[in-house]
């Protein structure tokens, strides 16, 4: 697996240059691409700042409610990123059928060759923020990410998984990976926009990961939240990284014979 810099490393101000300006300082060799606006920029001007850094995954620019503009896959096709990510909401202001909206996003991005990684939101907080519950349970979520299209796979997000009480994802089609670590609190003290770094929490992340079977893509940490414990954006990327290798580090001793 090969650790990506996610924006979530950074203080939260930089924009998609800077982004990419402080994984290469942290040491990163792959990045989770910013894709707001990108589909103004010409495809040009983004390898340019990429250089040497691998585009990852990039978070799909729309919701439920929008379309997707039809620049976006080409542009992604032309910077080599093949995967793009988004989430499944777990309750709604209303009754509605959002199946069909995603199965149209994953047919356009299939006819670009691309794939959809989907996540599932678990905590209690967001479960109950909106009256008519969506896709809470895991079996909601297998099924969704089933319907939505052949090239619809897992976004598999430690935190979430965790705070859903999921299985093992043995078996799954996980395209993507989000690496955090959860406190010990109940569930009522949950908050999505407060996560633990990698190894500073509850959370058996080698052994999660070592259920996997032959992935070996991207893992990119997102951690919400503790950037009062860093002077700045470049010694929390840094952090990241650093806890991203060692989470690697233990799985790869936890498979040794």
């Not at 799954?172 to 999505?192: C, F, G």
Request: charged share 20%; net charge negative.
């Amino acid at each position: 697996m090969t650790p990506a810099f996610h924006y979530t490393l950074g203080l939260g101000t930089e924009d998609w240059r800077q982004q990419i300006a402080l994984a290469r300082a942290a040491g990163f060799r792959a990045i989770d691409v910013d894709l707001r606006g990108a589909a103004a920029l010409e495809p040009a001007a983004m390898l340019d700042a990429l250089g040497e850094l691998t585009p990852s995954t990039g978070r799909l620019p729309a919701y439920p409610g929008q379309s997707l503009d039809p620049r976006i896959p080409r542009f992604c096709n032309a910077i080599g990123l093949r995967t793009l990510t988004c989430s499944v909401p777990p309750a709604l202001a209303e009754p509605r059928d959002l199946l069909p909206e995603y199965q149209k996003w994953a047919a356009m991005l299939a006819e670009a060759g691309l794939s959809l990684a989907i996540e599932s939101l678990t905590p209690l907080h967001l479960r109950t923020a909106k009256p008519y519950p969506y896709v809470q349970s895991f079996a909601e979520y297998c099924d969704f990410v089933g319907l939505v299209g052949p090239n619809a796979g897992f976004l598999l997000d430690t935190w979430h998984w965790h705070h859903g009480g999921y299985p093992s994802p043995r078996g799954l089609q996980v395209l993507h990976i989000h690496l955090a670590d959860a406190l010990a609190l109940p569930p009522e003290q949950v908050r999505d926009e407060e996560r633990a770094f990698p190894g500073e929490g509850v959370v058996d992340l080698p052994g999660l990961l070592a259920n996997l079977s032959g992935y070996g893509g991207y893992i990119a940490a997102e951690v919400f939240g503790q950037k009062e414990r860093f002077p700045d954006g470049l010694s929390r990327a840094r952090f990241g990284r650093e806890r991203v290798e060692s989470t690697l580090a233990a799985l790869h001793s936890e498979r040794l014979p």
